[in-house]
């Protein structure tokens, strides 16, 4: 039995940046060792991936995988630090091959992803994958988030990707129809989600303490507008009903067609087949979103590079 702690784990993660058990299969590895260790996770390709952690990854890939019963389906984004390598097919690649994985996986952090067995290659964890494709690349690459849908009855779950990668929607849909005559239906929601950024599917589904919050910025809106408190009522329900048609995707504009809501155009091909269509779910992610981005001035990083010679 290798001698070393958790501690000794612990210290191996912090000074090289590598997960807990690649750091503890090192050390394993090199009984109990640490500089040994260092070197192994070096060698590896692992440390050096490490070393690379303060540079902020806010370019990238989002990435949807859909099964092909149209049953269970992933939504993923993978960060690198320039556009450049986001088109690069290496790393194309690579966010392929990791969505494909979390697609067949049971893990439900990102944390738990990392610490998997690849599923393509039984020698290696995604954490490693990962870090081999740094050391290739030469870019701080990370998995950001994924999220995973299992449909659990009739219907399917969609897909969309806009721009190459820069946005990706995944809606899920319950139905008795056939999932060939609601698929054109489906895409076309997607569109519809990444276009106009619903937050929630319908009106109930709108958190009430934000709903109440709301109101009131409303209701001072209107009294800064110097309306009567008889009709300030009426305006904020008015315009309440305007916020459900910006979070609500239900409530929504049909983007193909302004004169229609999306409840009436899904309420419409219903009618038509016959059997009921409902949304459940759906999530959008934008590549990038609520990352800070490092912006450079080198003018100024070179002056004051000039102070400092003497």
Not at 117 to 135: H, M, P, Q, R, W
Not at 235 to 253: A, D, F, N, S, T
Request: net charge negative; with cysteine; proline share 1%.
């Amino acid at each position: 039995m290798a001698n070393f702690t958790n501690q000794d784990v612990m210290k191996l993660r912090e000074q090289t940046g590598v997960g807990m058990m690649d750091c503890k299969k090192a050390l394993v590895a090199t009984d109990g060792n640490f500089d040994e260790a260092v070197k192994y996770l070096r060698e590896k390709g692992m440390a050096s991936a490490a070393k690379k952690a303060s540079r902020v990854a806010a370019e990238g890939l989002v990435k949807c995988v859909v099964s092909d019963d149209r049953k269970t389906a992933v939504a993923v984004e993978v960060n690198c630090e320039t556009d450049f390598v986001a088109r690069s097919d290496q790393f194309v690649e690579l966010v392929d091959n990791i969505a494909q994985h979390i697609l067949k996986s049971d893990a439900t952090t990102v944390e738990q992803v990392l610490e998997e067995v690849y599923c393509e290659d039984c020698g290696k964890t995604v954490n490693v994958l990962i870090a081999e494709a740094t050391a290739a690349i030469g870019e701080k690459l990370s998995l950001r988030r994924f999220t995973k849908y299992v449909l659990d009855g009739n219907g399917l779950i969609s897909s969309y990707i806009h721009m190459g990668g820069k946005i990706g929607v995944l809606c899920e849909f319950h139905s008795d129809a056939s999932q060939e005559d609601i698929s054109e239906l489906a895409f076309n929601v997607c569109m519809q989600i990444a276009a106009s950024k619903p937050l929630v599917v319908g009106i109930g589904d709108v958190d009430a303490a934000q709903l109440e919050q709301e109101k009131e910025i409303l209701t001072v809106q209107a009294r800064n507008e110097g309306k009567p408190e008889a009709i300030i009522g009426k305006m904020v329900e008015g315009r309440i009903h305007k916020y459900y048609k910006e979070v609500c995707l239900l409530e929504q504009e049909y983007v193909r067609d302004s004169a229609f809501s999306v409840k009436q155009v899904i309420a419409d091909v219903a009618k038509r087949l016959g059997k009921d269509i409902s949304v459940t779910r759906f999530v959008r992610y934008e590549m990038g979103e609520g990352i800070e981005k490092r912006t450079d001035n080198f003018v100024d990083e070179i002056a004051e590079q000039l102070k400092s010679i003497k």
